[in-house]
Antibody, heavy 123, light 108 residues
Framework: EVQLVDSGGGLVQPGGSLRLSCAAS????????MDWVRQAPGQGLEWVGR??????????EYAASVQGRFSISRDNSKNSMYLQMNSLTTEDTAVYYC??????????????WGQGTTVTVSS | DIQMTQSPSSLSASVGDRVAITCRAS??????LNWYQQKPGNAPKLLIY???SLQGGVPSRFSGSGSGTDFTLTISSLQPEDFGTYYC??????????FGQGTKVEIK
């Protein structure tokens, strides 16, 4: 079964750090781009960042709102992706989802999602 | 950033009704438009990609149309399990995708 499992969320103080994990199974992890998407309480969805696949050298990109504070990495030997979050603010409070990116011709979409992990930034 | 605007923000309809949700992009995005369904407490689920291609396992009562800046998700006969919030998402400005604000669908 193709599956993503998010973990690592919790309560952190403003200015603190947290590392989220996304464990993949059921597909060839290194072949896929992987994204992080977040959802603040009662709000819509916001793309956070991406790590590309082996063919594209696992390069990363980030939303402007997290650039310089968040970092995405992956360990293909463990079929896992990570989101290192530093200098957290209350604006970063959200449910964080990892998602697999799939391409069909020139079109791309997120077809597999983790269950989400909750990050609360509060003093 | 490309802005995505959905309408209506919410709707209430009866089982069997035909329901349409529209999504407008702030600039042309060709056919780079996906739709997701999210139920409370759950992750989003892909319904449709590239405007009108149905993701595997998604019922055929869901359909999508449009091109350029204006798009529509249609549920031909609303079912009880179709409640939730629906989001459009543009993949034109990859990877800096943006989502609509969501349309909450309730069953009368």
């Amino acid at each position: 079964e193709v599956q993503l499992v998010d973990s690592g969320g919790g309560l952190v103080q403003p200015g603190g750090s947290l590392r989220l994990s996304c464990a993949a199974s059921g597909f060839t992890f290194s072949d896929h781009y992987m994204d992080w998407v977040r959802q603040a309480p009662g709000q819509g969805l916001e793309w956070v960042g991406r790590t590309r696949n082996k063919a594209d050298s696992y390069t990363t990109e980030y939303a402007a709102s997290v650039q310089g504070r968040f970092s995405i990495s992956r360990d293909n030997s463990k079929n896992s992706m990570y989101l290192q979050m530093n200098s957290l603010t209350t604006e970063d409070t959200a449910v964080y989802y990892c998602a697999r990116v799939t391409f069909h011709s020139k079109y791309e979409y997120m077809d597999v999602w983790g269950q989400g992990t909750t990050v609360t930034v509060s003093s | 950033d490309i802005q995505m605007t959905q309408s209506p923000s919410s709707l209430s309809a009866s089982v069997g009704d035909r329901v349409a949700i529209t999504c407008r992009a702030s600039q042309s995005i060709s056919r780079y438009l996906n739709w997701y369904q999210q139920k409370p407490g759950n992750a989003p689920k892909l319904l449709i990609y590239a405007v009108s291609s149905l993701q595997g396992g998604v019922p055929s009562r869901f359909s999508g149309s449009g091109s350029g800046t204006d798009f529509t998700l249609t549920i031909s006969s609303l079912q009880p399990e179709d409640f939730g919030t629906y989001y459009c998402q543009q993949s034109y400005s990859t990877p800096r995708w943006t989502f609509g604000q969501g349309t909450k669908v309730e069953i009368k």
